[in-house]
């Protein structure tokens, strides 16, 4: 694609490169199926996506998720806390949260249906305890919005929580943190506690293990961490032993 070759000698990031080609494959795979005059084929079909080095990632500490949550708990905004906690706690996207709705909650399989994600089809998500009991603090009187999270003004979804948002991450130390970068914690801290990567695949949706392997380098710390264990406790009989193997008289 001439296009993509143009945007490179004008050095835009890989990353903004690669929105541009999907955005232009999805409009020639639209002018296909409704059949526009002279269009017959889609030219971006075997564009390889240029390789992306650039991805940000930033993994919150259990004392920096301590200081946003006890910063989104003095927000004017009374729903902040909710939509962060539900986004620490289940890894979801922030557009999945606002958009979630009770009809969407089973309460006796403790699962959360999300009817349509990112990828374009439905996936679920177990509910922890914490999730449940999140949940069981948002419960609103028959009647009202069908939504969890409403905005208390229009009782519709947020559109956005912005500034919100970025008054509570500067208030705690946080500045440049994405709500995004949740949904990376969420995964660190599932690693952190010995999940493994295909566990983690799987309670984020991603479509394939290329997208989990961002975490692998969390996974290799984790398992360095564990095999310091066995060699700490072989350095101690070790130190135990004497000169010619034997144990030292205790």
């Known amino acids: 694609l001439a ?21 232009l494959r999805y409009v020639f795979n639209l002018a ?15 564009v390889a996506q240029l390789q992306d080095n650039s991805a940000r990632q930033r993994f919150l500490s259990a004392q920096e998720a301590q200081a946003l949550i ?32 009770w009809e969407h909650i089973d309460w006796q399989r403790r699962l959360w ?18 999730a449940v009991d999140l949940l069981e603090s948002r419960k609103q009187p028959s009647g009202r919005s069908g939504y969890i999270f409403p905005n208390p003004k229009t009782d519709k979804p947020f ?12 208030q705690a130390g946080l500045h440049g943190l994405r709500m995004h970068d949740l949904r990376h914690s969420f995964a660190s801290f599932l690693i952190n506690g010995g999940r493994s990567l295909y566990e983690v695949q799987q309670l984020l949706g991603h479509s394939n293990s290329a997208m989990t392997q961002r975490y692998a380098h969390l996974a290799h710390e984790t398992l360095l961490d564990a095999t ?3 060699g700490g406790l072989i350095g101690r009989l070790q130190t135990q032993m004497g000169p010619t193997g034997e144990q030292g008289a205790g």
């Open 3 to 23: 296009l993509q070759q143009q945007w490179i000698r004008e050095r835009k990031a890989p990353g903004t490169i690669n929105k541009y080609v999907v955005l």
């Open 32 to 46: 296909i199926r409704w059949e526009v005059p002279g269009v017959t084929v889609n030219p971006t079909k075997n």
């Open 70 to 101: 006890t910063a989104v708990r003095c927000s004017e905004n009374t729903v902040l806390e909710p939509i962060v906690s539900m986004l620490l706690i289940t890894g979801a996207r922030k557009r999945e949260v606002l958009d979630a709705r």
């Open 113 to 130: 249906t999300i009817p349509k994600t990112k990828a374009g089809k439905a996936r679920y998500v177990p509910l922890s305890q914490a």
């Open 159 to 170: 559109q956005s929580v912005f500034y919100s948002w970025d008054r509570a991450r500067q």
């Open 228 to 230: 310091s264990v066995a």
